[in-house]
């Protein structure tokens, strides 16, 4: 008789980890909380036309990204969003254009640096330096005399924590290394992930006993087997269980594992951190700007909504290829910038805290440009997705990388695995290849397990 897996979670990992457990004769179930798979992958269609509240891009074009094939298989319109931006100056005022590609040469220029000096130096650097004081303290010693230059870099490093989540100043530099882009082009999925989405669920949820709203309580090992409790009081009994839950989900205790986990393993996911990464898109009556991006740095103009002067990043929808076009501002907020938007009670409070912004890109007249709607995500309340958006490494982390291999390895001796992006290849952390190649991590060692048991 085939074997009983059970799978916590129908997100991108999870779906992955089913596919290849039924190419191998598994019988599969899937748990998800939610009343639709996809986890963190959704949409919203609240301004006629889809808008992606998680991912939104496709993290590099090469074969080490392991959801590539899927990409090409919807044959998705993907966007490239170029090089034509601006930035605004804390004054409010726009760079001059050589400015602006200067300072952006600059920025990952020095990311760049201290990435590999990460990679080169990781045992010896203290855990608690971050990313921008190794940063601060290189442009220091190459301009000493030259402060605007320094504040021009520094203000665009921070530009860098749309990308991880979090601020730079809780940016590892110890662990900097784990958070190296992926290679080959990054570019913006135009027509959403929803068809990717598709595409990887395509042949599984026929196949598999999918089981929606339907969230799990517990995990409990024994000799025989393993028991998953579920919230509404059933335990049903499988012989293996891949927990493919978010790791805000894990740190959150929101499933109960009797006996309890080792404490590496619960060192491993209490220690690694978990980014809270929000997007706001804002429809206007018309494009009104002609660029592709924009980005403010610690903008002074707005000390009332904005005295910690958060810079803020932002891309045009209107400049996506047809039939995705649309009049639409995203705008990317991490750590606590995310939490007082998503804290805001309305619409206008929220549209309030943004005008400072979006009324300074040429083209904006007061009366006929103001949004007509505005869309908040709100990962950081979802208990579902963790209450928050994808891991990270933060300033007092010591062992990330162990972290995230014992992680990988799972329990074998309990037969309980893991998935997410979380577990995934260092290239690949934090993004859906990185997911989905995970879940197939996950269901190799659960086969590889019971081949050897037969």
Known sequence: MSPKIAIIGAGTAGISCARTLLEYGFEVTIFEA??????????????????????????????QNSA???FKDASVALHDIGSSGTIFSPSGTQYPPEKVNYIEEFMWEYVEEAI????????????????????????????????????????ATRIFGFYIGEDVTNQSLKFAYLEEPSPGENLFVASGFASILQSMAGKVLDKVDLQLNTPV????????????????????????????????????????????LP??????????????????YIRFPRQFWNLDYFEFFSPEYAPDSNPEKWPMSVISLAHLPEPYSQPVLLWYLYGDMSQKVVNMQSDREKIAFFKPYFSRISGYELGRDDPEAILCTSWSKDSYAGYGSYSCFTTGLKEGDK?????RRGLPERNVWFAGEHCSDVLELATVGGAYGSGTHAAKLVVEQFACKN
């Open 68 to 70: 590539l094939m899927y």
């Open 116 to 155: 590999q000096y990460s990679k080169a130096h990781a045992a010896t650097i203290d855990p608690d330096l971050s990313l921008y004081t190794y940063v601060e303290k290189v442009v220091t010693d190459r301009y000493p005399d030259n402060a605007e230059i320094r504040e021009q870099i520094l203000m």
């Open 403 to 407: 972290d995230i291999e014992e992680l």
């Open 34 to 63: 939610r009343e639709r798979i996809g986890g963190r992958i959704h949409a919203s269609n609240v301004f006629g036309k889809p808008v992606d509240l998680g991912p939104n891009w496709m993290h590099g074009d090469t074969l």
């Open 217 to 260: 309580a517990g995990v409990h090992t024994f000799d025989s087997g393993v028991n998953i409790t579920l919230t509404a009081g059933q335990s049903i009994p499988f012989d293996a269980v891949v927990v493919a839950a978010p790791l805000g989900a894990l740190k959150k205790r929101t499933i109960a594992f009797r006996p309890e």
């Open 263 to 280: 404490s590496r393993l619960v060192s491993a996911i209490d220690s690694l951190g978990y980014g809270r990464l929000e997007k706001v």
